[in-house]
């Protein structure tokens, strides 16, 4: 059986910004951060960079974000943080 990839589009409002009411706590562990949301209880990985970039979000529109990190940091981080449904549907950034 082939192994088929689905590629998924998505529309980001580059003026939209994030408001995470949930607590974390940020724990480095090698090269890499561990972002526990102990509210949920939930937690993330993060690069250095993508640890930035979420901090970043919750002060500044993604548009102004992407300026200072790359589209692909930024998306990453999206990409983390709605697939371990820490934003939800009340984050829509579309």
Not at 25 to 49: A, G, Q, R, T
Request: charged share 30%; aromatic share 12%.
């Amino acid at each position: 059986m082939e192994n088929m990839e689905v590629e998924r589009k998505a529309e980001i409002n580059l003026d939209a910004s994030l408001a995470i009411d949930a607590k974390y706590i940020v724990k480095k562990y090698s090269e890499d951060y561990l972002v526990f949301f102990y509210e949920m209880p939930n937690w993330v990985v993060f690069s250095k960079s993508e640890l930035d970039a979420f901090k970043d979000l919750q002060k500044f529109t993604v548009g102004e974000v992407i300026e200072h990190f790359s589209e692909e940091i930024v998306e990453s981080v999206l990409i983390k943080l709605f697939s371990r449904g820490i934003l939800g549907e009340e984050h829509k950034i579309s």
